[in-house]
């Protein structure tokens, strides 16, 4: 019954900026860390960026100063704000999240969004 979906990607131009949302949906009684991740063609699904229930977020070498991670946990939202795409390339941009369902006794699992594309354009 727990989803999550991801929205925002599109097309940018080099250097522009762009905002993701990771929306979780159905029974959920918490939600714990939530992750970013992106994957390129040709390559690995690679760690952006994650944040935790507290709000305190991390992020890989590469984005640090231009992505910034946050949550609003009363409408189950995380935001991935992206400034200064100038040197990524297109990807899928992926969400996961831990999450405690309110039906579920054994505690957290994770799970995962189908992504969203960002288009990245010189």
């Known amino acids: 019954q727990v989803q999550l979906v991801e929205s925002g990607g599109g097309l940018v131009q080099a250097g522009g900026s762009l905002r993701l949302s990771c929306e979780a949906s159905?029974?959920?009684?918490?939600?714990?860390?939530v992750g970013w991740y992106r994957q390129a063609p040709g390559e690995q699904r690679k760690f952006v960026a994650d944040?935790?229930?507290?709000?305190?977020?991390d992020y890989t070498d590469s984005v640090k100063g231009r992505f910034t991670n946050s949550r609003n946990d009363a409408k189950n939202m995380v935001y991935l704000q992206m400034n200064n795409l100038k040197h990524e390339k297109t990807a899928v941009y992926y969400c996961?999240?831990?999450?405690?369902?309110?039906?579920?006794?054994?505690?957290?699992?994770?799970?995962w969004g189908q992504g969203t594309q960002v288009t990245v354009s010189s």
């Open positions: 944040i935790v229930s507290d709000g305190s977020a």
């Open positions: 159905g029974s959920i009684f918490s939600i714990h860390a």
């Open positions: 996961n999240a831990e999450i405690d369902a309110d039906f579920d006794d054994a505690g957290a699992a994770n799970y």
